[in-house]
């Protein structure tokens, strides 16, 4: 999903609002059921009588969070018959915003909900499943801002991640259904990353696909392969895989990429080059390739990343010649101690930098800025959690150069940068 550019969406439905309501409402009965979750016995893993839950309570791995906020260590959990034993969490919070140089649709300043979200999972056994069912906001670095209704509406609907997974071996598993990507060193939604905003290279990648994945471990390397409808285009031409290779408990490596194998152009009787909000048409044409490495190590954790995308010359899709973007980043974390005076607070930061191939003359897709452009990114975000409640405040700043006239920041699109200050609180239950 890419967020530059005229998008255009239908909006959410009135019964989609009322939901998100209801889900924040609900958050102190879900307080109290985490309060009421039983202690764990020493059962060991995998040895769970049949009809009781299972043995000691541990924070879910999915969805993925890589920190510096925690999953609840303590979710709650119940039976449910012939689905088995599901584990039950969330994440509701808010959002606060100010910025500078808006475009055209945004406002100077704003407040909003950015997650008000309910995941149930069954991660044992031979059949597991996921559903993560509510409203959201995909905050952006350099892109417009889409309140909770437009942007749960336009980008996933209610429901951005299901799918279903068979697991025959503890290595071995196939799942299916709407599922994150493989690519990338950025999760979708705000709690669970680094910083509230995504970052520019993030912009470049997809974010939640339809699709089937299959996934292989044979320690130390870990092998993924999918295919799929690469930005939410329900054209199923994509094909992505991920390989991991794990040096110890706080290094890996991951090489990831994909890329569509045919133009799909997302055509109506009306417009001939059709984009919605979060299929852009050149990013869902492209080849894209990634090389991650992940370093963590109290009281650090740093990720510098390398990116790099193509879109071929297609008339059928509007490019008249071909485009490309190559770009880094480094994403890096300092978490204080528990015996520190500063225990429970971290300082994320994000440095980023991405330059687009390309010209306007040539007829070239814009990828950015318009044809040819590149810009750069500074992102701090001083996080505090205590429990399952978290506060961060975020100062991001973005420069961009070579831009194409009306295709940059401000409301004419010429102003080349953009300054936001952003304040998000919330309970991880």
Same mark, same amino acid.
Request: overall charge negative; charged content about 10%.
């Given at each position: 999903?890419?967020?530059?550019?005229?998008?255009?969406?239908?909006?959410?439905?009135?019964?989609?609002?009322?939901?998100?309501?209801?889900?924040?409402?609900?958050?102190?009965?879900?307080?109290?059921?985490?309060?009421?979750?039983?202690?764990?016995?020493?059962?060991?893993?995998?040895?769970?009588?049949?009809?009781?839950?299972?043995?000691?309570?541990?924070?879910?791995?999915?969805?993925?969070?890589?920190?510096?906020?925690?999953?609840?260590?303590?979710?709650?959990?119940?039976?449910?018959?012939?689905?088995?034993?599901?584990?039950?969490?969330?994440?509701?919070?808010?959002?606060?915003?100010?910025?500078?140089?808006?475009?055209?649709?945004?406002?100077?300043?704003?407040?909003?909900?950015?997650?008000?979200?309910?995941?149930?999972?069954?991660?044992?056994?031979?059949?597991? %499943?996921?559903?993560?069912?509510?409203?959201?906001? =995909?905050?952006?670095? !350099?892109?417009? #801002?889409?309140? @909770?209704? /437009? $942007? &749960?509406?336009?980008?996933?609907?209610?429901?951005?991640?299901?799918?279903?997974?068979?697991?025959?071996?503890?290595?071995?598993?196939?799942?299916?259904?709407?599922?994150?990507?493989?690519?990338?060193?950025?999760?979708?939604?705000?709690?669970?990353?680094?910083?509230?905003?995504?970052?520019?290279?993030?912009?470049?990648?997809?974010?939640?696909?339809?699709?089937?994945?299959?996934?292989?471990?044979?320690?130390?390397?870990?092998?993924?392969?999918?295919?799929?409808?690469?930005?939410?285009?329900?054209?199923?031409?994509?094909?992505?895989?991920?390989?991991? %290779?794990?040096?110890?408990?706080?290094?890996?490596? =991951?090489?990831?990429? !994909?890329?569509? #194998?045919?133009? @799909?152009? /997302? $055509? &109506?009787?009306?417009?001939?080059?059709?984009?919605?909000?979060?299929?852009?048409?050149?990013?869902?044409?492209?080849?894209?390739?990634?090389?991650?490495?992940?370093?963590?190590?109290?009281?650090?954790?740093?990720?510098?990343?390398?990116?790099?995308?193509?879109?071929?010359?297609?008339?059928?899709?509007?490019?008249?010649?071909?485009?490309?973007?190559?770009?880094?980043?480094?994403?890096?974390?300092?978490?204080?101690?528990?015996?520190?005076?500063?225990?429970?607070?971290?300082?994320?930061?994000?440095?980023?930098?991405?330059?687009?191939?390309?010209?306007?003359?040539?007829?070239?897709?814009?990828?950015?800025?318009?044809?040819?452009?590149?810009?750069?990114?500074?992102?701090?975000?001083?996080?505090?959690?205590?429990?399952?409640?978290?506060?961060?405040?975020?100062?991001?700043?973005?420069?961009?150069?070579?831009?194409?006239?009306?295709?940059?920041?401000?409301?004419?699109?010429?102003?080349?940068?953009?300054?936001?200050?952003?304040?998000?609180?919330?309970?991880?239950?």
């Amino acid at each position: 999903m890419r967020k530059l550019g005229p998008l255009e969406g239908d909006g959410v439905s009135e019964r989609m609002i009322c939901g998100a309501v209801a889900f924040a409402s609900t958050m102190s009965c879900a307080v109290a059921l985490f309060a009421q979750t039983p202690a764990g016995n020493d059962q060991p893993a995998g040895q769970t009588p049949s009809g009781e839950l299972p043995a000691a309570p541990t924070a879910m791995t999915t969805p993925v969070m890589p920190g510096p906020l925690m999953a609840n260590p303590n979710p709650v959990s119940f039976d449910l018959g012939p689905l088995g034993p599901v584990y039950l969490t969330g994440a509701v919070s808010g959002l606060g915003l100010w910025q500078n140089n808006p475009f055209p649709d945004d406002q100077r300043s704003l407040g909003s909900l950015t997650n008000g979200q309910f995941f149930f999972q069954k991660p044992e056994g031979l059949f597991q %499943y996921y559903v993560q069912v509510g409203a959201y906001t =995909v905050p952006s670095l !350099g892109a417009p #801002y889409f309140n @909770t209704p /437009k $942007a &749960t509406g336009d980008f996933f609907g209610p429901l951005p991640l299901a799918w279903a997974k068979v697991a025959p071996t503890d290595t071995l598993s196939i799942q299916g259904g709407k599922i994150p990507t493989l690519i990338g060193a950025e999760n979708t939604f705000t709690f669970q990353n680094l910083n509230i905003e995504r970052g520019l290279l993030w912009g470049q990648e997809p974010a939640i696909s339809r699709g089937g994945q299959l996934n292989y471990t044979a320690d130390p390397l870990a092998f993924s392969v999918s295919l799929n409808d690469g930005f939410y285009s329900n054209r199923y031409t994509w094909l992505s895989g991920s390989f991991t %290779y794990t040096l110890d408990k706080s290094n890996n490596i =991951v090489l990831a990429a !994909g890329g569509n #194998y045919a133009h @799909t152009a /997302k $055509a &109506t009787t009306t417009t001939p080059f059709f984009q919605t909000t979060v299929t852009p048409l050149f990013q869902n044409n492209e080849t894209l390739f990634t090389l991650v490495y992940n370093y963590t190590a109290a009281p650090w954790t740093i990720t510098p990343y390398f990116q790099y995308t193509h879109v071929p010359a297609a008339s059928t899709i509007g490019a008249f010649s071909s485009a490309a973007t190559y770009g880094g980043a480094i994403l890096a974390s300092y978490s204080f101690s528990e015996d520190s005076p500063l225990s429970g607070f971290s300082l994320p930061i994000r440095f980023e930098y991405i330059s687009s191939i390309g010209s306007l003359a040539s007829g070239s897709p814009n990828l950015l800025y318009g044809p040819g452009s590149n810009a750069w990114s500074v992102t701090l975000t001083p996080t505090y959690q205590y429990q399952i409640f978290f506060a961060r405040a975020e100062f991001s700043h973005v420069g961009a150069n070579s831009t194409t006239p009306g295709l940059a920041f401000g409301r004419d699109g010429m102003n080349t940068t953009q300054t936001r200050v952003l304040f998000e609180a919330g309970i991880l239950f």
